[in-house]
């Protein structure tokens, strides 16, 4: 079995490194139909020019340096591409360590089990004092948190499950509703859920992240790695 692994493997580098060199001889072998061209055609003129009215110098110095400026121009294009793919092949690595992780994103889910419930929120200036209201399924109201003072960013809370009557709330989906204050006047909240990056997602140039059911997020939606 090793055996195998190891002269698919072998076959598969093989067949990348043969690809890859072919991807490079042939913009290789373009510029170089470029230039063969350019010169074919300059070396044309040479020849039937007039011998009385010969091209002068500044003709020729232009032409040289408008292929040069060509040639420049197509060798900045494929670094330019090699550093797109370069960056593009390390955000797919990159989310692709994400699967399995547990993520904070916006969101006003709050899923309740074994008693214990994690949510999150995230402030864009300070409040001396964030409260959670979480309701039922039915919409009904069943606790308050005062989650106290925070400073802007994201933010972590915990809910233990017990409702406002002191009761154990049961298991399953519920709803948050946060408000912010500061100095009495209120502050912009964003209620944040948490959920598990599950797939990778190719999309265009960039690559996003399924949440669960959550839905699809960028790179860039996630507000907190928690585990």
Do not use: C
């Not at 709803?175 to 009495?184: E, F, R």
């Not at 948490?194 to 996630?222: C, E, H, P």
Request: no cysteine; proline share 1%.
């Amino acid at each position: 079995m090793s055996t195998t692994s190891g002269v698919t493997s072998t076959v598969g580098a093989d067949v990348l490194s043969a690809v890859n060199t072919r991807q490079t001889t042939n913009t290789s072998s373009a510029m170089e139909d470029t230039k063969n061209q350019f010169l074919t055609m300059l070396t044309t003129q040479l020849k039937n020019q007039d011998p009385m009215n010969p091209m002068d110098n500044a003709q020729m110095t232009t032409q040289l340096a408008q292929i040069n400026m060509v040639d420049g121009i197509n060798q900045v294009n494929a670094n330019l591409l090699s550093i797109l793919d370069n960056f593009q092949m390390g955000e797919m690595t990159q989310a692709a360590a994400m699967v399995g992780r547990a993520v904070l994103v916006q969101g006003s889910g709050l899923q309740l089990a074994d008693g214990m419930s994690v949510g999150g929120f995230e402030l864009t200036s300070p409040a001396d004092n964030v409260t959670a209201s979480i309701f039922d399924a039915n919409g009904r109201q069943v606790a308050t948190v005062n989650l106290g003072e925070a400073d802007v960013g994201s933010h972590v809370f915990l809910w233990d499950g017990m409702t406002d009557s002191g009761d154990v709330a049961a298991d399953g989906d519920y709803t948050v509703k946060l408000s912010a204050v500061q100095a009495g006047a209120q502050v912009d909240i964003t209620g944040l859920q948490l959920g598990t990056v599950t797939n990778v997602i190719r999309n265009g140039n960039s690559a996003d992240l399924q949440v669960g059911q959550l839905g699809i997020f960028k790179m860039s939606d996630i507000r907190q790695i928690l585990s």
